[in-house]
């Protein structure tokens, strides 16, 4: 069933530093009581829950009978404002540990109801997660982490982040503790401090993608653009091949970059083809898994 109108509520909960991890919870518009499977969506590194169409996929994935939680990780770096890197100083900090943890501060916020709707009831014995770039590869980890998840869906996922360190990032870090990335997008010029390169590296058993799927029996499907230009088609590949899940899939988009064609701002009528190909293999696999 496809529902026509959708509610959004937003609000934040503290992360376990005490910081504000927003959210948004979309929701079919219904009868009052009416219970719904969750579905976690996670942004990518230099990403945010308000970043192009995220928020019409999160809508998209709502009509289908989902209540979709969309939210920006505590050390993002993106404010109040939701749309800018206006906290460098905490993106600066933005460890894949703490961007675990505000997985499992989500999905207990939802168990005491911390969010939820004034409309429908959240379902928290059926916990789907999808991730986009860093935000699959985090899913992963978070899906073997937490029992509650019981679907998987990634888009671009990075198989192994410590395989994405460059020589020249590892020698500033040594040298000045922290290395320089550009957004390409805004071209400011944003630090990654050392703490990041070092929590990646102690806790890799707990937080590589590529070694966590191992542990994932729960139905997962990797979608990947042929022609992404950040995350090689083949890490998708990889994890595919790693998961021992009985129920996995693998679709590669041709033609498609690393967000399916998708830019920020959004502001077209119609998804691009690779972006609705994407959703579409999306919505499919929750409506045949979770619901």
Partial sequence: MSYSSISKQSGSVPSVEGLPIYYDLYAPVTT??????????LHGFKGFKDWGAFPDACEELAR???????????????????MEFDEPDLFARQTLSSDLKDVGVIIEAIKQKKIESDKVVLDTDRFGILGHSRGGHTAIAAAAEYSDIQC?????????????????MIADWEQNGFTEIKNSRTGEILKVSKEVY????????KLMAIRRIQELHIPTLFVAAKKDEAVPFSDSESLFRKSPADDKEIRIIANAGHTFNISHPFEEEDFPPEFSEALAFTESWFLEHLK
């Fill in 64 to 82: 289908e009978g989902f209540a979709v939680v969309s939210f920006n990780f505590s050390l993002n770096g993106v404010g109040e404002g939701m």
């Fill in 198 to 205: 070092d929590d990646a590296l102690k806790h890799a058993d």
């Fill in 152 to 168: 998987l869906v990634t888009w671009n996922a990075v198989a192994d982040y410590n395989e994405r360190w460059s020589s020249e």
């Fill in 32 to 41: 009052i009581g009416t219970v719904f499977p969750v579905i976690l969506f």
